[in-house]
């Protein structure tokens, strides 16, 4: 059976599909785009978002040391952009960026190299690092920084991943960033979030798996197959010369956005320095687009990168992945795993580019 052109409206005899089922290139997943209740790109900026404001006078975040947290891991100055210190002797208003421990950390000292037995379960000690990125500005989120402390970040989460990769108990690192309440983040101020854990999370596992297959069974990656049609149609909200962003043929919410290495790169952490400038640029502009066209949405975003484990994972390809909160799953998504998006990706990028 011939598979339609999806560009073509697809109708039998007068009778115009409700929906479509969009089926992941990666992991064989089903997403339902429900075309028969489709809203427009601007009813989603109209939706009814609830400002999440915090007083300076009550942000930990502020002057962290003062409110109880170790020194720096790592930290960025204003006037030499960047210092690694155990201690500093310098006035908190001087600091651009700075990485602490988190205070109430998820992970912590343990011993990674045993596995314990209760019953038909196992376990393990809780062996990990849980660190805490902090932007200078307690009201500009990502989206409205320059672009050079855009960068800035990016080069924080490098030199964190760079320095806990090489640790016995750290085989996947996940870096994320929460914006908004309705998105989990509990301090206004922004600020993103690293975990070393000793596991392969299962989304992580699921799309090494998807890559693989694809890789053994096509003798090419994946993502670059998708990166190369989505560079010719109607998805692509924005490229550079090292990176794409794009709405995904497949999003697991409305308004989701991707980026991309434009070439196949398996590591995130082996950005050179001009790449990073280039990341840089395209997370920018995918925040603030989002920014603009959904009046400051809540969102996550995180960085999907092949593990430190030592194994070879040049099937992969590394990329960003972005959230926003448009949709609250019910019983259907929970009972199923299946989203249901009232938007096409075509109208999300199409909407996206008009935005200057």
């Known amino acids: 059976m011939q598979i339609p052109d999806f560009r073509k409206k697809r109708t039998r005899k007068g009778f115009k599909n409700v929906s479509e089922l969009r089926k992941d290139l990666v992991s064989g997943e089903w997403v339902i785009i429900a075309t028969g209740r489709a809203k427009r790109p ?50 908190v208003k001087e600091w651009s960026l700075q990485v602490i421990q988190n205070k109430y950390p998820a992970l912590g ?37 320059p672009l050079d402390k855009v960068e800035e970040v990016v080069r924080a989460y490098q030199e964190r991943y760079l320095f806990l990769k090489e640790h016995k108990c750290v085989n996947y690192i996940s870096i994320f960033h929460n914006h908004g309440r309705e998105a989990g983040a509990s301090i206004a101020h922004p600020h993103s979030q690293l975990i070393a854990i000793p596991v392969l999370p299962s989304d992580i596992k699921r799309s090494l798996q998807g890559a693989k297959k694809y890789y053994k069974d096509h003798k090419r990656c994946v993502h670059c197959t998708m990166l190369k049609w989505e560079r010719e149609e109607r998805r692509c909200v924005f490229q550079n010369e090292y990176f794409i962003v794009y709405a995904p043929f497949v999003p697991r919410t409305a308004f989701e956005l991707r980026i991309y290495p434009r070439e196949h790169k398996s590591n995130f952490e082996e950005m050179t320095d001009k790449e990073r400038r280039y990341l840089a640029e395209a997370l920018k502009e995918a925040l603030r687009r989002l920014y603009k066209g959904l009046k400051d949405p809540a969102y996550n975003f995180f960085i999907h990168t092949a593990p430190c484990d030592g194994k070879d994972y040049s099937y992969y390809h590394w990329h960003v992945e972005i959230w926003p909160k448009t949709a609250i799953w019910a019983g259907f998504e929970l009972g199923t795993g299946i989203e249901i998006s009232t938007i096409e990706p075509e109208e999300v990028a199409k909407f996206l580019r008009k935005i200057k």
């Not at 596995?115 to 805490?132: N, Q, R, T, W």
């Open 42 to 91: 601007k009813a989603y900026a109209k939706a009814k978002r609830k400002k999440f404001n915090q007083p300076i006078s009550k942000c930990p975040f502020e002057d962290p040391q003062a409110s109880g947290n170790g020194e720096p891991l790592l930290i960025y100055y204003e006037e030499d952009k960047k210092k690694k210190v155990k201690r500093s002797n310098k006035k």
């Open 109 to 145: 000292p343990g011993d990674c190299s045993k596995i314990y037995k209760e019953g038909p379960y196992e376990l393990m000690d809780g062996a990990g690092f849980h660190e805490v990125i902090i932007t200078r500005d307690h009201e500009k989120h990502i989206a409205l920084l």
